[in-house]
């Protein structure tokens, strides 16, 4: 009997290293590959698209050839598999033009024959004239950030995929388009001849200017276009303040414009223009190559997690019908809770201190005068954290005061308006994201509030169950309440970052020592 306890156990134990290692191997070659993608590669690409010799890279010229060779070399270095006309990179359009296409192949039996289309602009303006650039005219215009960052970004994903060894499920097919600043010419061209069935593109995906990334800020454009996309983009590996934003307008200033339109979920990565845009000035000095790597780190994450994820996110019409105004009304926070109080109150050397007292108040009836110094609350000396207790309180609490005048402390009921905020959350459906909501008040001082809460954040599961609609969450959490929980473990997602948040639902233990008023 004994012998076989021990067994069992030691089975527990090696199945829970196994799981553990299993684990540790699936972070490894992320991290691997993470850390192959470097500020200086990405500044040796940039060097090169960006150099006055490509003299800006227009559509058809001599400068974007020299930047399609350049490229072609590097995806013929990665040994990527070519994926346009003829078994070569390149798909011609409009005479000199050329689109240049590369593959790798997914492993799934079922989910190879999906497509991920991941892509940038390598075209810019060249001399740039008064219809493309805002000038001066008649000088090599670099496009350093736009859109040599983009293409030196996916150059990098690349690379860094290849030598990580990790196959993805899902095909990827990697696009560099050109003649973007003429019109989308590139990407329009590849959906009237696509190279790939177009249904077997499950999402796009298009990098244009991420050279200049700027208080931290990602905009990942287009969440919206796919259901779940906003959570699928979401991660827990972004580093320092970088934090990524999620408009809902899409805009047809860009290659993922021509995606969006044929209803493929469609996303655009960018961190922003700026006063070089389309000027001589957008040149490999104002980049910001940290940045870059960031972005790329994070793009080639999102890549693996699409190429892998068991569903993808279904195209949402509901899109082309959201506006910066629409978000505006979805996203309003719900206005304050009333006080549960009727009197105010403030602290004195740090000591709660009764101001004012509504005429004919609870407060009144119960006796309570301005001027009461506040000594404990419902027994306990809870001197800052008095709102805290309020809000957690039922129908009444107990206030100790001292008077003056009075030699000795009085305790008195006062009852409270309102019911008692054992949470102090509120939170509503957004039928983007079905399984999830987001935040639209925070009661302050309340567990939620003391646990970092915040208007807009989005909530992805409870105690480790996810995909939970709006009522299944109310639900979950009240059963947990009722069950007298002391703490609700949360995924929280608050622009773009993940974080498990642990809401105490006790009342902050009050330092002890000196509260002698
Ligand atoms: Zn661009």
Redesign the pocket.
Known sequence: MRRLLWMVLWMLVLSATRVERAGAAENLWLETARSSITSHELRNHVGVLADDMLEGREAGSRGGHAAARYIITRLEAAALKPAGAHGTFTQRFQGRSQNLLAVIEGTDPELRSEHIVVGA?YDHVGYGTRRNSYGPWGYIHNGAD??ASGVATLLEVIDALVHSGHQPRRSLLFAFWDG??KGLLGSKHWMRQPTVPIDSVRVAINI??VGRLTKGRIAVIGTRTGTGFRRLMSTDRLTGETWLDYPWEVKDN?DHWTFYEANIPSLCIHTGVHEDYHRPSDDVEKINFEGMQEVSRYLLEQLCELADAEHLPEFRPAARRETPESRKQTEAPLSAMPSRLDFAWQYVSGKPVVEQILLDGHAAEAGLVAGDRILAVNGRPLMSELPAAVLASESEIALEVRREGVAEAIVLSVPLRGKQIRLGLSWRSDEAEPGAVYVTRVIPFSPAARAGLEVHDRIYAVNGQSSLGQQEMFGRVQKLMDEEATEILLQVESRGVLREVAVSLQLPVEPTGDSTL
């Open positions: 602009h736009d859109n973007e600043e244009d200017m860009s």
